[in-house]
């Protein structure tokens, strides 16, 4: 299966997620997630890896902390 490039709307649209179900909405993906988005299905409409998705947590999280000190 050949390997497909990130859909550059990813980082240039904030409402786009890579999902024909959501039609393509962040917005209508975050709705049908009362409970919050799983990591698995943030992965796959962000187009990133699981390793990937950790460490832009890890990093959000950490500049969370700095900034309440």
């Given at each position: 299966m050949p390997i497909r490039s990130?859909?550059?709307?990813?980082?240039?649209?904030?409402?786009?997620?890579?999902?024909?179900?959501?039609?393509?909405?962040?917005?209508?993906?975050?709705?049908?997630?009362?409970?919050?988005?799983?990591?698995?299905?943030?992965c796959k409409v962000l187009q990133?890896?699981?390793?990937?998705?950790?460490?832009?947590?890890?990093?959000?999280?950490?500049?969370?902390?700095?900034?309440v000190k």
């Amino acid at each position: 299966m050949p390997i497909r490039s990130k859909d550059s709307r990813i980082e240039s649209d904030k409402d786009f997620v890579f999902s024909k179900k959501f039609n393509n909405s962040m917005k209508l993906l975050i709705k049908n997630y009362p409970n919050g988005v799983p990591d698995k299905v943030i992965c796959k409409v962000l187009q990133i890896s699981l390793d990937d998705f950790k460490k832009l947590y890890n990093n959000a999280i950490s500049k969370l902390r700095d900034s309440v000190k």
